[in-house]
T-cell receptor
Framework: GENVEQHPSTLSVQEGDSAVIKCTYS??????FPWYKQELGKRPQLIIDIRSNVGEKKDQRIAVTLNKTAKHFSLHITETQPEDSAVYFCAASVRRGNKLVFGAGTILRVKS | NAGVTQTPKFQVLKTGQSMTLQCAQDMNHEYMSWYRQDPGMGLRLIHY???????DQGEVPNGYNVSRSTTEDFPLRLLSAAPSQTSVYFC???????????????FGPGTRLTVT
């Protein structure tokens, strides 16, 4: 199969708290896992990605972890801010990297 | 670079009409894709292409055709519009990763289509 499941579908956190979004994938050959942020009415934009030969990657307040054995990867946002409020999508490459399959998205609300 | 461009931004069609959504990129990317985005459904792949002259079906290809005659352009054709095709359509492109280490996929601004 070529499914990507994403949880939770909505997440509300207090400003300054951490947020974690989790995804699982089904294609054991998947080797590229990007995360996209989409603000209301705008296009999705890449915020961080990870390849299968790396277990963790950080970029300031954002980090992604990958567990290839369990076929899941997670997005971690620390010290959340109101401007982090958006829809977040995970994705995984399938068909030898020829296409990306996306999760259904997580609506993140950061309350100030 | 203009990146990925899409036209039109908005379109209203009547059931049964046909139309073409245009997509172009100026980054010399090999891979191009079309997605539709419906509330709560995420981004679902309609068709994709790994190079000029090569196309393949995604998750939801029915009712849509594509062609890729050049590296730059990847139009999406709706053959006979139906209300179920009301959605936001995004075109995207990315490098194959063979010539560079970047797999980043870039999205166009989207086309909001309503079928009545």
């Amino acid at each position: 199969g070529e499914n990507v499941e994403q949880h939770p579908s909505t997440l509300s956190v207090q400003e300054g708290d951490s947020a974690v979004i989790k995804c699982t994938y089904s294609d054991s050959a998947s080797n590229y896992f990007p995360w996209y942020k989409q603000e209301l009415g705008k296009r999705p934009q890449l915020i961080i990605d990870i390849r299968s030969n790396v277990g963790e990657k950080k970029d300031q307040r954002i980090a992604v972890t990958l567990n290839k054995t369990a076929k899941h990867f997670s997005l971690h946002i620390t010290e959340t801010q109101p401007e982090d409020s958006a829809v977040y999508f995970c994705a995984a490459s399938v068909r030898r990297g020829n296409k990306l399959v996306f999760g259904a998205g997580t609506i993140l609300r950061v309350k100030s | 670079n203009a990146g990925v461009t899409q036209t039109p931004k908005f379109q209203v069609l009547k059931t049964g009409q046909s139309m073409t959504l245009q997509c172009a990129q100026d980054m010399n990317h090999e891979y191009m894709s079309w997605y539709r985005q419906d509330p709560g459904m995420g981004l679902r792949l309609i068709h994709y292409s790994v190079g000029a002259g090569i196309t393949d079906q995604g998750e939801v290809p029915n009712g849509y055709n594509v062609s890729r005659s050049t590296t730059e352009d990847f139009p999406l054709r709706l053959l006979s519009a139906a209300p179920s095709q009301t959605s936001v359509y995004f075109c995207a492109s990315r490098a194959s990763g063979r010539a560079s280490f970047s797999y980043e996929q870039y999205f166009g601004p989207g086309t909001r289509l309503t079928v009545t």
